[in-house]
């Protein structure tokens, strides 16, 4: 007999990554893209995707595992949304893997408390993971997506999240979005991968009237609703997102909103689990969404030290800017023959990991020294200068 799915979760099998970002020459700086970027250890499946979306398939060396890749041309691709495909965790990755992984309160990797002073604690970034099908390919499996950005953190949940109340298997379509924002009379442009469902408005509203209640009033009302005594006030209708959403302007830190998110899903107002709450909205649970995304933003522009770019995409990058350097490169000397951008891409790389750094916390604190500017948008000056940080015997920042 089958073993009962109580014992054992079932999903379908990974058949490959739908990326935002890719390294120069395929172990260099972060490379932004402008469209999606397919992976697979199946050479059939990307010279198919390479077909559908255009591109060139050919082989990729996935830190020695032989794999498939194409740079399609397409910015907007058909998708089907899974039921429990959508997971979300604050992760902080080094050379040996992940590092910690936790829910803003627990590692999960250790079962431990997380310790607020920890370097990877205070390191993790948002890390929303998606899977998908994709309807116009030949084969039933998954394609998962990976982003660590803060806009996506909340905006894909909500949609994944609503996809819940529509069915196991929704279709979709898979958005490349580039946006904008000043900060500090910089402009920076970042690409976010946004889900756009693809469900008329005459079910939406079917959804919105069934977890609404709606379709209860047209029924007899039940014995325990009877009509209240002569005088006796009636009950107020309370919305459960109301002091959720207000109490969102008192929370100082991304662990802060982290922790608030999971009492959220732990009160069955957004998840899965508000699929079974009477008291649970979509459009509630969009209005909560949106204000803990615009206080996520306000974080940002508190913090003292100079702000991080929005990094939405892939693990390795996808961040445009279109500002000028915070701190001014240090002019090379007229005679000296210029240096390409990927030699001193290799001596950072080289100088760091004298330092006992690794690529994630290099890309880090460079943006943090030069005023925002990625490694992946830098300007042979840019790096020339930070190498001199480096080299200068500056202690990486704690």
Not at 98 to 105: A, Q
Not at 280 to 285: D, I, K, Q
Not at 323 to 337: F, I, M
Not at 354 to 379: I, K, N, Y
Request: glycine share 10%; aromatic share 6%; proline share 8%.
């Amino acid at each position: 007999m089958p073993i009962s799915p109580a014992t054992l979760q079932r999903r379908f099998a990974e058949l490959g990554r739908i990326r935002l970002g890719a390294k120069e020459g395929g172990k260099g700086r972060p490379m932004k893209l402008a469209a999606f970027r397919f992976t697979s250890p199946n050479p059939r499946y990307i010279a198919d995707l390479a077909t559908l979306y255009g591109g060139e398939a050919r082989p990729w060396d996935n830190n020695g595992k032989p794999e498939h890749e194409v740079f399609t041309d397409s910015t907007s691709i058909p998708v089907i949304a899974m039921k429990g495909g959508l997971s979300q965790w604050m992760e902080t990755w080094s050379g040996g893997g992940c590092v910690h992984r936790c829910d803003g309160e627990t590692n999960v990797l250790t079962g431990e408390r997380c310790n607020p002073d920890d370097r990877a604690h205070v390191d993790a970034k948002p890390t929303t993971r998606l899977s998908l099908m994709l309807p116009e390919l030949e084969a039933i499996g998954a394609w998962r997506m990976e982003s660590h950005g803060w806009n996506a953190a909340a905006e894909i949940p909500a949609v994944a999240e609503l996809a819940q109340f529509v069915g196991d298997l929704v279709p979709a379509h898979l958005n490349m979005v580039e946006r904008r924002s000043v900060r500090d009379g910089k402009t920076s442009r970042f690409v976010v991968p946004v889900l756009d469902l693809q469900i008329g408005a005459a079910r939406l509203r079917e959804v919105v009237a069934a977890k609404s209640g709606a379709a209860e009033l047209a029924g007899p009302v039940p014995a325990e609703h009877a009509a209240l005594p002569a005088g006796a006030p009636a009950e107020p209708n309370v919305d459960p997102y109301a002091g959720p959403t207000a109490d969102l302007t008192g929370i100082d830190t991304h662990d802060g909103l982290v922790q608030a998110w999971d009492s959220m899903k732990s009160d069955e107002l957004i998840g899965q689990a508000a699929r079974g709450n009477p008291a649970a909205s979509p459009e509630g649970a969009q209005r909560y969404v949106e204000a803990w995304k615009a206080r996520a933003h306000q974080i940002q522009d508190a913090k003292e030290a100079a702000p991080a770019p929005d990094a939405d995409g892939a693990v390795d990058a996808d961040i445009v800017e279109d500002q000028a350097p915070a701190t001014q490169p240090a002019a090379a000397p007229a005679e000296a023959a210029p240096v390409s951008e990927d030699a001193l891409w290799q001596q950072i790389l080289a100088a760091s990991g004298q330092q006992g750094m690794q690529l994630p916390d290099v890309e880090d604190d460079f943006a943090r020294r030069m005023g925002g500017v990625t490694s992946s948008t830098a300007s042979a000056a840019e790096l020339q200068h930070y190498l001199g940080l480096l080299t200068a015997g500056e202690q990486v920042p704690a």
